[in-house]
């Protein structure tokens, strides 16, 4: 069988008795059917019996093997080593999810994920009968409704790559928003607003998701939490739980906008957003802005051609109601 | 190089708070024979924004937007990423979903539109590698970037997720790309390597959370900087604006002083292609580009 000579630079840690992680090179002949899993056990087995890292089901279903390769998220069971060379070039580096949080090796202490996770209800409400005469039965459809955000394996390779949640350790995350919308969507389940409640909190709610994709690319599960992300938005409107505030007038704003101007009145978004008071802040930003031309005085605003059929488009398209807010 | 033409979507910025994105990009396509025909039809894509209040909505302007690249039978360029992404996304799902199509057609249909999806969507970014191509490119720099470190940031919306711009993206890879890097060589510049150069500089959450936007456009200019980057250059005018408007505050939040000029991509080819400063619009920008 053809192989290829590869150099692993492994992360190296062990918090009881390390003052500092290093890394460590292993060259190692790999296979064309290699998984990054067979790669840790040969360390393990053939190199260094200290070395340690997560692993179960050796079947991408138990969630505890992600690492990462060249800083991408990867469940090791799943992966093909080759695959990864194709994509990075000989030399791979290995890492743990998250190494600040690194316990010994690619072990890190994911405790950061559990609390988030618990933090939306992660689990069905409802009261329930205790001696039914029927079964609750769900449809299809109605199953289908979930958007697969059940296919979730708890295995963090989203959070630990999430770019809001790298600078901002009270945003719940992706793999909690997904969980939330898996239980909002569910025809059973009796605590969507309590849920959307939570996730609508600025500073660690949805909100505060800077839409880099970084979670989309990252699920080896295509659970895609940022398009629950986005339903979570959209239930927040359409409950009318969605707080008034910067975050929730910034999104309906553009609406305006393009009502208007086809264009976005990118100064108009601001005033609207933060209100007449809030805006104050961003004057300094402003006049700078102004003196270098790059604010557009009112009668000035460019306006999108065929202006009245973007109104009535808008007008006839339109699925949400005006929205007023609820707080 | 014959004859290359498309329908240019400029997205707001370019037509409000960046003039110098649109006049770089029309003088660049000019010098290099590319013809854009404007689409002053187009509203703003929504920015990622106008879905989280209504998705259907969000939808149907996407593909109002693109039916009038159809109409003109040409394929269209984005020069925002997040226009890119926007785009890209309502395209996608209109061409795999029959049912939603004919919803959307059904409105469109109200003021006498139809989304065919005949035409292709990419950021003129790709455009120019895949079709015009780097080494054509090359040939016709006239003032070569050799003084330069370049320091390129691609902005996340045209690279993840992968699975939507593989195609539009010539199949970059969202944790190494390096179309950028290569089109700065070919620029003759010096690409820098730095660890951000494909993260987020938070652009989306800068009226609710500055805290989290600073820090990560901080930890790109610094990235950069530490580098010895002379200046960072990125295809997406919400990067562009957020790293040059901000950095007095950016500063603040990290502690340090980011001072970096930050370059729109058809800007630094505009220069290796010899094109005038003025129409570069280099005098629009916050913190201010010296050429060496
Ligand atoms: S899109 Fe939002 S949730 Fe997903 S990784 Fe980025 S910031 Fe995190
Ligand atoms: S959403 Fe995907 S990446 Fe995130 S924890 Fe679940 S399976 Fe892992
Ligand atoms: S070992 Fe269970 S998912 Fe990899």
């Given at each position: 069988?053809?192989?290829?000579t590869?150099?692993?630079?492994?992360?190296?840690?062990?918090?009881?008795?390390?003052?500092?992680?290093?890394?460590k090179?292993y060259?190692?002949?790999?296979?064309?059917?290699?998984?990054?899993l067979?790669?840790l056990?040969?360390?393990?087995?053939e190199?260094?019996?200290?070395?340690?890292?997560?692993?179960?089901?050796?079947?991408?279903?138990?969630?505890?093997?992600?690492?990462k390769v060249?800083?991408?998220?990867v469940?090791?069971?799943?992966?093909n080593?080759?695959?990864?060379?194709?994509?990075?070039?000989?030399?791979?580096?290995?890492?743990?999810?998250?190494?600040?949080r690194?316990?010994?090796?690619m072990?890190?202490?994911?405790?950061?994920?559990?609390?988030?996770?618990?933090?939306?209800?992660?689990y069905?409400?409802?009261d329930?009968?205790?001696?039914?005469?029927?079964e609750?039965?769900?449809s299809?459809?109605?199953?289908?409704?979930?958007?697969?955000?059940?296919?979730?394996?708890?295995?963090?390779?989203?959070?630990?790559?999430?770019?809001?949640?790298?600078?901002?350790?009270?945003?719940?995350?992706?793999?909690?928003?997904?969980?939330?919308?898996?239980?909002n969507?569910?025809v059973?389940?009796?605590?969507?607003?309590?849920?959307?409640?939570?996730?609508?909190?600025?500073?660690?709610?949805?909100?505060?998701?800077?839409?880099?994709?970084?979670c989309?690319?990252?699920?080896?599960?295509?659970?895609?939490p940022?398009?629950?992300?986005?339903?979570l938005?959209?239930?927040?409107f359409?409950?009318?739980?969605?707080?008034?505030?910067?975050?929730?007038?910034?999104?309906?704003?553009?609406?305006?906008?393009?009502e208007k101007?086809?264009?976005?009145?990118?100064g108009?978004?601001?005033?609207?957003?933060?209100?007449?008071?809030?805006?104050?802040?961003?004057?300094?930003?402003a006049?700078?802005?102004?003196?270098?031309g790059?604010?557009?005085?009112?009668?000035?605003?460019?306006?999108?051609?065929?202006?009245?059929?973007?109104k009535?488009?808008?007008?006839s398209?339109?699925t949400?109601?005006?929205?007023?807010?609820?707080? | 190089?014959?004859?290359?033409?498309?329908?240019?979507?400029?997205?707001?910025?370019?037509?409000?708070?960046?003039?110098?994105?649109?006049s770089?990009?029309?003088?660049?396509?000019?010098?290099?024979?590319?013809?854009?025909?404007?689409?002053?039809?187009?509203?703003?894509?929504?920015?990622?924004?106008?879905?989280?209040?209504?998705?259907?909505?969000?939808?149907?302007?996407?593909?109002?937007?693109?039916?009038?690249?159809?109409?003109?039978?040409?394929?269209?360029?984005?020069?925002?990423?997040?226009?890119?992404?926007?785009?890209a996304?309502?395209?996608?799902?209109?061409?795999n979903?029959?049912?939603?199509?004919?919803r959307?057609?059904?409105?469109?249909?109200?003021?006498?539109?139809?989304?065919?999806?005949t035409?292709?969507?990419?950021?003129?970014?790709?455009?120019?590698?895949?079709?015009?191509?780097?080494?054509?490119?090359?040939?016709?720099?006239?003032?070569?970037?050799?003084?330069?470190?370049?320091?390129?940031?691609?902005?996340?919306?045209?690279?993840?997720?992968?699975?939507l711009?593989?195609?539009?993206?010539?199949?970059?890879?969202?944790?190494?790309?390096t179309?950028?890097d290569?089109?700065?060589?070919?620029l003759?510049?010096?690409s820098?390597?730095?660890e951000?150069?494909?993260s987020c500089?938070?652009f989306?959450?800068?009226l609710?959370?500055?805290?989290?936007?600073n820090?990560?456009?901080?930890?790109a200019l610094?990235?950069?900087?530490?580098?010895?980057?002379?200046?960072m250059?990125?295809?997406?005018p919400?990067?562009?604006?957020?790293?040059d408007?901000?950095?007095?505050n950016?500063?603040k939040e990290?502690?340090?002083?980011t001072?970096?000029?930050?370059?729109?991509?058809p800007?630094?080819?505009?220069?290796?292609?010899?094109?005038?400063?003025?129409?570069?619009?280099?005098?629009?920008?916050?913190?201010?580009f010296k050429?060496?």
């Open positions: 069988m053809k192989t290829q590869i150099t692993f630079n492994v992360f190296r840690f062990n918090a009881e008795t390390d003052y500092l992680p290093y890394y090179n060259e190692l002949e790999v296979g064309q059917d290699d998984l990054v067979d790669i056990n040969r360390i393990k087995w190199q260094d019996g200290t070395f340690s890292y997560r692993r179960s089901c050796r079947h991408g279903i138990c969630g505890s093997c992600a690492i060249n800083d991408k998220p469940l090791s069971c799943k992966v080593v080759l695959e990864l060379v194709e994509q990075f070039g000989t030399e791979l580096t290995i890492d743990p999810q998250d190494k600040s690194a316990i010994k090796d072990v890190i202490d994911k405790k950061n994920f559990w609390e988030k996770y618990d933090a939306v209800k992660p069905l409400i409802a329930v009968e205790e001696h039914p005469d029927k609750n039965i769900v299809k459809d109605e199953a289908e409704q979930l958007l697969e955000a059940d296919y979730c394996i708890q295995c963090g390779s989203c959070v630990y790559a999430c770019s809001a949640l790298g600078v901002n350790e009270d945003y719940l995350g992706p793999a909690a928003f997904a969980k939330a919308y898996r239980f969507a569910d059973r389940d009796e605590a969507k607003i309590e849920r959307l409640e939570i996730v609508d909190e600025l500073g660690s709610g949805v909100w505060d998701c800077v839409k880099c994709n970084e989309a690319e990252a699920c080896p599960k295509e659970v895609n940022i398009e629950k992300i986005t339903k938005h959209n239930q927040l359409a409950e009318n739980v969605a707080a008034k505030n910067v975050a929730s007038k910034h999104a309906v704003g553009f609406k305006h906008s393009m101007h086809g264009l976005l009145d990118e108009e978004l601001v005033r609207y957003s933060e209100g007449n008071l809030g805006v104050m802040k961003h004057i300094p930003e006049i700078t802005m102004f003196r270098k790059k604010i557009v005085l009112p009668w000035n605003m460019p306006k999108s051609k065929n202006l009245d059929e973007v009535k488009l808008i007008k398209s339109s949400v109601e005006e929205y007023k807010g609820s707080k | 190089m014959s004859n290359l033409k498309y329908a240019l979507f400029t997205g707001c910025t370019a037509r409000e708070s960046t003039p110098e994105l649109m770089s990009t029309l003088a660049v396509a000019k010098k290099l024979g590319i013809e854009l025909v404007l689409l002053d039809e187009a509203t703003c894509c929504g920015a990622s924004h106008l879905q989280d209040f209504d998705e259907f909505l969000s939808i149907v302007m996407n593909a109002r937007n693109i039916c009038y690249a159809e109409k003109h039978g040409l394929d269209m360029v984005t020069i925002c990423n997040t226009c890119q992404l926007n785009t996304e309502a395209k996608e799902k209109l061409d979903d029959p049912e939603l199509k004919a959307v057609n059904e409105k469109l249909a109200e003021v006498g539109l139809e989304y065919k999806g035409s292709a969507v990419r950021h003129f970014q790709y455009a120019l590698i895949e079709d015009y191509g780097l080494d054509a490119i090359a040939k016709k720099v006239e003032t070569p970037l050799s003084n330069y470190n370049v320091a390129p940031f691609y902005g996340c919306h045209n690279i993840r997720p992968s699975h711009h593989k195609d539009a993206n010539m199949g970059e890879n969202p944790y190494n790309p179309s950028l290569r089109l700065i060589e070919a003759e510049g010096k820098i390597q730095y951000d150069k494909n500089c938070g989306h959450v800068e609710q959370a500055p805290k989290t936007a820090r990560l456009s901080g930890s610094l990235g950069a900087k530490d580098a010895d980057a002379d200046m250059v990125t295809p997406c919400l990067c562009q604006i957020r790293m408007v901000q950095q007095h950016i500063s990290v502690g340090r002083e001072h970096l000029p930050v370059l729109h991509l800007q630094l080819i505009g220069l290796a292609l010899g094109i005038d400063q003025k129409q570069l619009g280099l005098k629009h920008h916050v913190t201010e050429a060496k």
